[in-house]
């Protein structure tokens, strides 16, 4: 039986979710594969991790420019040299667990833990410490390569408001120790839920021909009234929906000034003011999914 290690590190749920998400594909595909989930910060040293755990946690919560800026130096200069520096230390210990488990197959969800394993592959080589390489990765228009823009520190690589902008993929260095790759967007071969295709056409994660943009201006009028209603009542002075979207759009459309000639409603251009208020940010801090509604 083939056994993997899936690395991860606590700053933040998203690296752990996404060394979840892979040990749920391998256990559903691979049945002769045995995978274990490690916190590799935690298991290379308790006092670095949980300081450092705290620190991001308060960071992120009351001071979230802050951890930015930590983050932007710990790209380059001093910051960069001992962060570098410090993961050749603390991979001394992750090769005790290496020698104890014996992985076939090693994946990380953090930089920490890749270029620990970087660093402990090529030394054992003989060659010089090796850039950590990192895919981003993720659907359709989700900000992948603002992202990757951000952390270079200028345009390195073309974003738009709309899915299908980068086409291939694209080697960026983000400094001498780690280099990112661009990828275009990804989604499931099919989509079998009727909601999680609505979701994706309201935040444009899929090219709006998919759907009938009537349905799609619809789905998030009532799902702004489900979970947000705060947001509908403050944005378009709506505390309950007609039925027919026809109406909504009718008041939408005399409140943000959609009209022809004679004073009729234009209906296409309040539907477009529904939707691109989700496209552009005028509606924000918000998600349309829900953990609950899946079932895993």
């Known amino acids: 039986m083939k056994k993997i290690l899936i690395f991860y590190a606590s700053y933040g749920g998203g690296h752990l979710s996404a060394a979840k998400s892979i040990e749920n594909v391998i256990n559903t595909n691979y049945k002769d594969t045995q ?33 930015g800026h930590i983050y932007s130096a710990s790209q380059k200069g001093i910051l960069a040299h001992i962060s570098t520096r410090s993961n050749k230390i603390m991979a001394v210990k992750l090769l005790k667990l290496l020698k104890e488990e014996k992985p076939d197959l090693v994946i990380s969800t953090h930089p920490f833990g890749s270029q620990m394993c970087s660093y402990l592959k090529r030394k054992q080589k003989g060659m010089l410490p090796r850039k950590a390489r990192v895919l981003v990765v993720g659907i359709p228009n989700a900000g992948k390569s603002t992202l990757i823009n951000r952390l270079v520190g200028k345009k390195a690589v073309n974003t738009g408001n709309k899915p299908g902008i980068t086409k291939e993929l694209n080697w960026i260095r983000i400094n001498n120790d ?5 990828s275009p967007g990804i989604l499931w071969p099919k989509l079998d839920e009727k909601n999680v295709a609505f979701n994706l056409a309201s935040l444009t994660a899929i090219k709006e021909e998919v759907l009938p943009l009537y349905d799609v201006a619809e789905y998030i009028l009532n799902t ?8 509908l009542e403050k944005r378009y002075k709506l505390t309950e929906l007609d039925e027919d979207i026809i109406v909504n759009l009718e008041h939408i459309g005399k409140l943000r000034g959609c ?7 234009d209906y296409e251009k309040a539907l477009s003011v529904v939707i691109n ?20």
């Open 35 to 67: 995978t274990k989930l490690i916190d590799c910060m935690k298991y290379v040293n308790k006092g670095v991790e949980k300081l450092t755990t705290a620190a991001y946690r308060q960071m992120a919560k009351k001071a979230p420019w802050a951890w």
């Open 178 to 182: 780690i280099e990112l790759l661009d």
């Open 224 to 231: 702004l009234l489900k979970y947000y209603p705060g947001i």
């Open 259 to 265: 009209l022809i000639k004679g004073g009729e409603i």
């Open 277 to 296: 208020d989700l496209k552009d940010g005028s509606i924000k801090g918000i998600t349309f999914d829900r953990y609950d509604e899946y079932e895993l």
